[in-house]
């Protein structure tokens, strides 16, 4: 199993670019998770999908799209990249319930210049 | 607005040391969850806690849902620990996630 995968792994970006990037899942789990990583500041939430079919903002939407192609695989999109956008993105996926483990993709590192 | 707080920001310690990171939230909360980062940046979850204890290995995990407190322990810390050690609380479909606490252990 690969777990969780993303591409790309690194992106570099001019501002007003658009760009989408991909996460897949193969462990069947319902819930999948988009969030951002910069320095000094913890993972925040982008987007998440509870179910196929859903999608639903998290904390930091502004400035992107989500879509939950299957079960398998939620896509976050850039329409117009902005400086501010630059970090690490990372993907996850939990099968909710009593043990809501949260399994996470080797990130994705963007830059926009 | 934090809705979860860890301390220390950043922890040296000598190999065989005893570690205690803490982390305090302000929210209702269904679980709380212990996430290791790798110098390499893979995060990989730890554990996941709604009540009590929970054990695995050299790591011990506790949480006080009165007080809104959990504590991640290291016991006969080892290099390989060196490690951001997240704590996250699950609220809902939510999850927010504190700082990070910076551990480094020295041989």
């Known amino acids: 199993n690969a777990g969780v995968t993303q591409t790309p792994k690194f992106q570099v970006l001019k501002t007003g670019q658009s760009m989408t990037l991909q996460c897949a899942q193969d462990?069947?789990?319902?819930?999948m998770y988009w969030y951002r990583q910069d320095p000094g500041m913890g993972l925040r939430l982008i987007y998440y999908s509870a179910s196929e079919g859903t999608t639903d903002k998290g904390e930091v939407p502004n400035g992107y799209n989500v879509s939950r192609l299957n079960k398998r695989e939620f896509s976050l999109r850039l329409e117009s990249a902005a400086p501010s956008q630059t970090s690490v993105y990372f993907c996850?996926?939990?099968?909710?319930?009593?043990?809501?483990?949260?399994?996470f993709g080797p990130g994705t590192r963007l830059t926009v210049l | 607005k934090n809705e979860v707080e860890q301390s220390p920001q950043n922890l040296t310690a000598q190999e065989g040391e005893f570690i205690t990171i803490n982390c305090s939230y302000s929210v209702g909360i269904s679980a709380l969850h212990w996430l290791q980062q790798h110098p390499g940046g893979g995060i990989v979850s730890l554990f996941m806690?709604?009540?009590g204890k929970k054990k695995h290995g050299r790591l011990i995990a506790t949480i006080n849902i009165q007080e809104k407190h959990s504590s991640l322990h290291i016991t006969a810390s080892h290099p390989r620990d060196s490690a951001v050690y997240i704590c996250?609380?699950?609220?809902?479909?939510?999850?927010?996630f504190g700082t990070g606490t910076s551990l480094t252990v020295i041989p």
């Open positions: 462990m069947n789990h319902n819930s």
């Open positions: 996250a609380v699950e609220t809902g479909n939510q999850f927010y």
């Open positions: 996850a996926s939990s099968e909710p319930g009593a043990h809501n483990e949260q399994f």
């Open positions: 806690l709604s009540s």
